[in-house]
């Protein structure tokens, strides 16, 4: 069975501050993806970032990172200087050899100015 | 390019009646999700196809709920009849065969069944 945890329920920061948003997933596939997703208060599902069990490399776009350790079997995504844009619901999830994908429960960010 | 897009984007009906979403997936691409999302459920998978074939439906709630795909730019998921429990966003995906572990996703359709 696959399961994803986002623990953190609800996060808020002021404008500037960086953020790390947890996820944590467990899976017996030896072959997975994971993925993160913004739903902000507009509703759509954004995709922002896909990786596969074995790139572990850190991933860096613009404000936004990645750290993926699969010793700990965590996904983590870090806002670096945050902005009131990112005020969002952010999705973990995972998909394995099912290609039935388990999503975390969302972790609610809240960027005030 | 356009997105998944899905009609109607609101959607308001009572207990009893018939409910159709509708979703265009990308142009291209083969695999297309039916999701729930709800407060105390989360999100979750309904039902996807390739090629137009029902793979998995072992997400649909139950026997009020079908979709269909008629052709590779269209699908359909309908609820007969309708359930105030049936209130949620319902989210079309697609994805890409060659790329098939990232799915796109819909506006989605916010449902309310009094």
């Known amino acids: 069975a696959q399961k994803v945890t986002q623990a953190q329920t609800e996060i808020s920061v002021v404008e500037k501050e960086d953020v790390t948003l947890d996820c944590v997933y467990e899976t017996r596939d030896t072959t997975y993806y994971l993925f993160w997703y913004k739903q902000p208060p507009s509703g759509e599902l954004v995709f922002l970032i896909r990786?596969?069990?074995?790139?572990?490399q850190n991933e860096i776009s613009g404000r936004y990172s990645w750290n993926f350790q699969k010793s700990t079997s965590s996904f983590n995504f870090t806002i670096t200087a945050s902005q009131v844009v990112d005020s969002a619901v952010y999705f973990c999830?995972?998909?394995?050899?099912?290609?039935?994908?388990?999503f975390g429960r969302g972790t609610s960010l809240i960027v005030h100015p | 390019d356009a997105g998944v897009i899905q009609s109607p984007r609101h959607e308001v009906t009572e207990m009893g009646q018939e409910v159709t979403l509708r979703c265009k997936p990308i142009s291209g691409h083969d695999y297309l999700f039916w999701y729930r999302q709800t407060m105390m459920r989360g999100l979750e998978l309904l039902i996807y196809f390739n090629n137009n074939v029902p793979i998995d439906d072992s997400g649909m709630p139950e026997d009020r709920f079908s979709a269909k795909m008629p052709n590779a730019s269209f699908s359909t998921l309908k609820i007969q009849p309708s359930e105030p429990r049936d209130s949620a966003v319902y989210f079309c995906a697609s994805s890409l065969g060659t790329d098939q572990e990232t799915q796109y996703f819909g506006p989605g359709t916010r449902l309310l069944v009094l």
């Open positions: 990786r596969n069990s074995f790139d572990e």
């Open positions: 999830a995972l998909l394995g050899g099912s290609y039935i994908p388990t």
